[in-house]
């Protein structure tokens, strides 16, 4: 009914570019707040979602569903490498760092 529509008034592109742009603006306050309060332990996190959502886009048949949930998939595995450059970011005080959470040393958190 909604992909009808989009389709018959050509805004699938503009629908799936919005979209692309809400995704990776709100995987960036995701990334923040998850390295504030979990450190760089919380990458899995990001591969699991990333990899469900990948299946999750090859599972589904509507078109612009599927490419979306592709597009969180792949934003989901950015966040990985994000993880790790916000890591950095904080240790040159450019972010707060949570005084409350544990360190983890390098050798409890692989990087990927």
């Known amino acids: 009914m909604i992909s009808e529509f989009l389709t018959e008034w050509h805004l699938s592109g503009l629908t799936v570019g919005l979209a692309t742009f809400l995704i990776i603006g709100i995987f960036h306050p995701i990334v923040i707040k998850s390295e504030y309060y979990f450190g760089t332990a919380c990458w899995k996190w990001f591969l699991v979602l990333g ?37 950095e970011r904080v240790r040159k005080g450019w972010f707060p760092s949570n005084p409350k959470r544990k360190k983890v040393t390098a050798e409890e958190t692989p990087n990927p």
Not at 62 to 68: G, M, P, R, Y
Request: net charge negative; charged share 15%.
């Open 51 to 87: 990899i469900a959502l990948c299946a999750a886009s090859i599972i589904v048949e509507n078109t612009i569903l599927s490419t979306l949930a592709g597009v969180a998939a792949f934003s989901s595995f950015w966040s990985i490498k994000e993880i790790f450059e916000q890591e």
